[in-house]
């Protein structure tokens, strides 16, 4: 069994898939030009510190989370890590159904990138930023949130529910007959997780977020 590392010769297999398969087809072009972006668009290039030939050595010094701000009108603001996204955005298409493909269920991918977007989603969901606060950064953290206005409570509940479903379709290899449970699983320790770190004025966030989509559909 073949495993892709080498953008270039990844980029030739899925062009292959693409070919010999319309079903495959939507997806394979998209990843191609997503790692052709990191290979030769020199603005998506410019993120990293060096030149990416590797798909493995695509996670160099990476990390993603959700940074809080004040606005000029001193609300609070949510913004996902630019590097961060771009990441994701790399290795899972959304497939326009909820949920999305990932790059190795398409093509082998070694080990070592599975282990580094597991580390990935964990820092994604954690922020372990968080873990380091002292008592007047976590007040402060505490009151961006409580200052979050109801579209930026949807979008971090959906950063949060797009990383819990990439990680859970990762960790399945887009097996949809196991995924819904791992969501799950993985919902569930990231509740322990927000809890056991004393942040679960994020999980309030979340919960809110919640109620505001329910709330909507009932309209």
Not at 26 to 51: C, M
Not at 119 to 126: D, E, P, R, T, V
Not at 179 to 190: A, G, H, P
Request: charge should be negative.
């Amino acid at each position: 069994m073949y495993i892709f590392d080498n953008i270039t010769m990844a980029m030739m297999e899925l062009y292959s898939i693409g070919k010999s398969s319309l079903k495959y087809s939507v997806y394979t072009d998209y990843f191609i030009l997503k790692l052709d972006d990191i290979n030769h668009n020199s603005e998506v290039a410019s993120q990293f510190r060096t030149p990416i030939q590797n798909i493995s050595d695509i996670f160099m010094d990476n990390f993603n989370e959700i940074f809080l701000g004040y606005s000029s009108e001193k609300k609070s603001f949510l913004k996902e890590n630019e590097k961060g996204k771009l990441i994701r955005d790399t290795f899972f298409k959304d497939d326009s159904n909820g949920s999305f493909v990932y790059l190795g269920s398409l093509i082998n991918l070694s080990e070592d990138v599975k282990e580094k977007l597991e580390h990935y989603f964990k820092n994604a969901l954690l922020s372990p930023h968080n873990l380091h606060y002292d008592y007047s950064q976590r007040m402060l953290d505490i009151d961006k949130f409580s200052k979050l206005s109801e579209n930026e409570l949807l979008k971090y509940k959906k950063f949060i529910d797009e990383n819990i479903d990439c990680y859970a379709i990762l960790l399945t290899r887009n097996n949809l007959k196991n995924k819904e449970d791992m969501v799950k699983k993985l919902y569930n320790s990231w509740r322990e997780n927000m809890s056991r770190n004393k942040l679960d004025y994020r999980l309030n966030a979340y919960d809110k977020a919640t109620e505001l989509l329910l709330e909507e559909e009932k309209v």
